[in-house]
């Protein structure tokens, strides 16, 4: 199958398969296992600990979700996983567990969290644990710094730019970014449409996917202007009544 063909073959889950962090948290292995019992794509967010290992966590800071202060750049792996998610019993995951219980069952779109002075190697250690891995996956990130890295440290891996904004610096930026060669646009439902996913998709023939859809008018919306959604917080197979 295509890299296009599977990663806009069915909706893509924003950090899981949450339930806007009640019961089930996201970026959680109970958020992925969730996605995968529903057939659904896995979005999920990358940091790199203090030892160099790569955790599943979208903030730079532990509060909102841990519940502690701090960074969890300042954390080893094992102390990361030391962490509880919320008011959950799950812990905050290594991606080499999330892809053990993935195991190819659905598509994985890892978004490669930069934070500079505390990111070196990881787009090379994120490559590096998808080096074996025999299920779909693609890398993505919102930082320009990382995108450069991704050519030479991630090569031959599905590989996009997750991106916002509607002005002409932001289009000037976006536009910059299809120099790195680039595979796929990951964009902000709301700043649709644009120039540059016009270009994208009719003049380079590329996959865009939006951010994120909450509701199904949101995804008629995208269904217009993109090729699939990443979504929380509805049910996206869902029929409009």
Known sequence: MS???WLTATPIAHRGLHDLNH????????????????????????HLTKDGEVVVFHDSTLKRVAGRDGHIYDLTLAEAQALTIGTTQDHI?????????????????????????????????????????????????FDHHIIRQFASDAPGIPAGLTAEGMNREAMEAHFSMLAHGIDFVSYHVHELPNPFISFVREKLHLPVITWTVKDQATKAHSDLNADQITFEGFDPRAQLA
């Open 93 to 141: 995951p290594s991606l080499r567990e999330l892809l053990d219980l993935v195991d190819g069952s659905v598509p994985l779109i890892i978004e490669v969290k930069g934070t500079p002075g505390h990111d070196d190697g990881l787009v090379k250690k994120t490559a590096k644990e998808l080096e074996n891995y025999q299920g779909h996956a693609a890398i993505m990130s």
């Open 23 to 46: 019961d089930c948290w996201e970026n959680s292995l109970s958020a992925a296992q969730a996605a995968v019992k529903q057939g659904f794509a896995i979005e999920c967010d990358v």
């Open 3 to 5: 890299f296009a063909r």
